[in-house]
């Protein structure tokens, strides 16, 4: 599309939600105290989400495929339109932001000295940024930059970082030679193995499927758990693959990514279920359920599409909310296994609800946000792989399975005294009710995230070249016939029809 042509936000809120977080950091980091430090992440964070909730629904108003901002100096620094909102990421900005403002505003003090802002309000903004860029080497360098603030915390706590490092280095380095495979072919009408195989690979790095999940799982256990929270819960490795694969991919690309996604799936819902660790627990369910979109992503159907798209909008909400629920556990009562029942329920009854409603809502119970979602990616998926497409299914049912499972570890069983309150606080209590009733309205009013996700899909589908399109069948045109051959075709047809009449 012409630069030209691209309309415009009526105010700078792109560039606004990701600035805010930047100053926010710059600020934070001269603080010494940190009750004080949260206070102000909390503030710069809540201001970035006011600014991407407008532009979310000044994007709706414009009704176009793509916006960029008002006041764009980015753009005219670089010539072009580097930052711009579409239909895919309108949505799933303000749930990122929402995340983060809710995983600060519910970090208790048992947390809040391990736990950096400074560093949390980079990630907000190069995450923002990273949703936001439609250049190709930008969403490049940002997803690098991504990888950076992980690494500095794991390094801080004296972990190592060995693990991860190998797998963000294979991730960066074949995402680069990749895209310069591309660029290099950009005359080309299909592009070669050079090119494709190595985002191909660096894809599902990122994304963790198996077998490259071990740093996935790996930053669980090491880093704080909002931090790996932050850096996975937004999946920026399905849009890597939307803005970077999708357009240049053959089929038989997308559908090798989408098989090896289903049967990840269907893996990390069977290792959910024997976890005896709460973080590794996570980690596979979490796991689990990203595969789920990429499976969506790649069946390329304008279907399946729409069932992955409103399925990761669930994933950044309910998951995001059960790992803050399950954060919030650890907070009180330390590192929580699953080897024995704790009956914590008596204790944060609240906690109990929220997870037992996040969980199931990230599975697609009837009546929370990932239910529709769910059974319109089954039906594109089943369409597109006949075959393996009831895997969706019972990787569905592991993981209701181990949630179950879960809760009942965790909440239910002997009671356990305890000589200090354990309520939850107030602010818990807001970001409970936050998601509780975005998680259930999403539920009983799906239409208006069906529709964005339904249009999002399609423009997806169109801006993939004719090249690379699915066949239509080919039909022989049919001869031209005289009048007297029209007539006996006809007076033929009619006795055909009346003929079991007659009978």
């Known amino acids: 599309m012409p630069e030209l042509l691209i309309p415009e936000l009526h105010l700078p809120l792109i ?52 916006a960029h901002d008002h006041w764009d100096v980015v753009g005219e620094m670089f010539g072009r339109n580097v930052f711009a909102i579409d239909s895919v990421t309108a949505p799933l900005l303000p749930l990122i932001s929402l995340l983060y403002v809710l ?29 936001c860029c439609q250049h190709e080497w930008g969403v490049i360098g940002l997803l690098t930059l991504a990888t950076l603030p992980p690494y500095f915390e794991l390094q801080s706590r004296g972990k190592s970082t060995r693990v991860y490092v190998i797998h963000m280095a294979a991730f960066v ?107 590794r627990f996570f980690s596979y369910l979490f796991l689990s359920q990203s595969s789920l979109v990429l499976v969506g992503l790649e069946s390329v159907s304008h279907i399946g599409l729409t069932g992955g798209l409103c399925v990761w909008a669930s994933v950044v909400l309910a998951l995001g909310g059960l790992g803050l629920t399950l954060r919030a556990v650890e907070s009180r009562f330390g590192h929580v296994t699953l080897t024995q029942y704790r009956g914590l329920y008596e204790h944060v009854p609240l906690l109990a609800v929220c997870f037992l409603l996040t969980g199931l809502g990230s599975v697609g119970f009837p009546g929370t946000i990932g239910f529709v979602g769910t059974e319109i990616l089954i039906d594109g998926v089943v369409e597109v792989y006949p075959h393996v497409g009831a895997a969706v299914v019972i990787a569905a049912a592991l993981n209701g399975i181990a949630i179950v499972r879960a809760y009942f570890l965790l909440f239910t069983g002997s009671k356990h005294a305890s000589s200090i ?83």
């Open 173 to 279: 380095g074949l995402m680069i030679f990749g895209w310069a495979c591309v660029c290099i072919e950009s005359k080309a009408p299909v592009h070669s193995l050079f090119a494709i195989l190595p985002l191909f690979l660096a894809v599902l790095i990122r994304s963790g499927v198996a077998p490259t999940h071990v740093w996935l799982t790996d930053l669980y256990e090491n880093a704080t758990f909002g931090t790996a929270l932050l850096f996975t819960t937004p999946l920026s490795g399905a849009y890597a693959i939307v803005h970077l694969v999708l357009p240049i991919a053959p089929g038989w690309v997308l559908q090798s990514i989408g098989l090896v996604s289903l049967l990840t799936s269907v893996y990390a819902g069977g290792m959910a279920i024997v976890q005896t660790d709460v973080r």
């Open 421 to 503: 309150p354990l309520n939850v606080g107030l602010a818990e209590k807001i970001a409970v009710l936050t998601l509780a009733l975005l998680i259930l309205g999403g539920g009983f009013l799906p239409q208006p995230g069906i529709s964005m996700s339904s249009k999002a899909a399609a423009e997806i589908i169109q801006a993939r070249p004719a090249v690379l399109a699915p066949e239509e069948p080919h039909h022989e045109p049919e001869e031209e016939q005289s009048p007297h051959e029209r007539e006996d075709h006809e007076q033929e047809a009619h006795e055909v029809e009346t003929a079991p009449a007659q009978h």
């Open 15 to 66: 560039e606004l939600a990701i600035l805010f977080p930047l100053l926010g950091a710059i600020l934070v980091s001269r603080m010494r105290q940190p009750e004080t430090a949260r206070r102000w992440s909390l503030a710069f964070a809540a201001l970035s989400l006011l600014s991407t909730t407008i532009a979310w629904q000044d994007f709706i108003g414009l009704g176009v495929p793509l």
């Open 103 to 131: 995983t600060t505003l519910a970090t208790l003090r048992t947390k809040i000295r391990r736990f950096s802002f400074a560093w949390t309000m980079v990630s907000m903004s190069l995450s923002l940024a990273t949703f």
